[in-house]
């Protein structure tokens, strides 16, 4: 069994940083690649970020490019989200996920994720 523990929400006024991060357990964790996802309220679950395997590939959702950077440490079983300039529409639950399949190309696809965090809270004020 996976589990995913997200950590580093919080509030913060407009403009400012957070930095997510999500554990996970399991000695397979470098095998797999990994998603940022987030759903505010009243709102679908939408795809943020995703990353590779190996760390070496990683994409983006287009409200996020230039401001969030997804990165990894498969030494520590961690992934993270580093939020800059946030805006309060960047308000929601986020969610980090595990792809299901190893080998498989990053995906923006939720339901090809199997394991899923809890989530942690981000609220941007204005």
């Known amino acids: 069994q996976v589990q995913l523990v997200e950590s580093g929400g919080g509030l913060v006024q407009a403009g400012g940083s957070l930095r997510l991060s999500c554990a996970a357990s399991?000695?397979?964790?470098?095998?797999?690649?990994m998603g940022w996802f987030r759903q505010a309220p009243g709102k679908e679950r939408e795809f943020v970020a995703a990353?590779?395997?190996?760390?070496?590939?990683?994409y983006y959702a287009d409200f996020v490019k230039g401001r969030f950077t997804i990165s990894r440490d498969n030494a520590k079983n961690t992934i993270y989200l580093q939020m800059n300039s946030l805006k309060p529409e960047d308000t929601a639950v986020y969610s980090c996920?595990?792809?299901?399949?190893?080998?498989?190309?990053?995906?923006?696809?939720?339901?090809?994720?199997?394991?899923w965090g809890q989530g942690t809270q981000v609220t941007v004020s204005s």
């Open positions: 996920a595990r792809h299901g399949r190893e080998g498989a190309s990053i995906s923006r696809y939720a339901d090809q994720y199997d394991y």
């Open positions: 399991g000695r397979t964790f470098s095998n797999y690649n």
């Open positions: 990353i590779s395997n190996s760390g070496g590939t990683t």
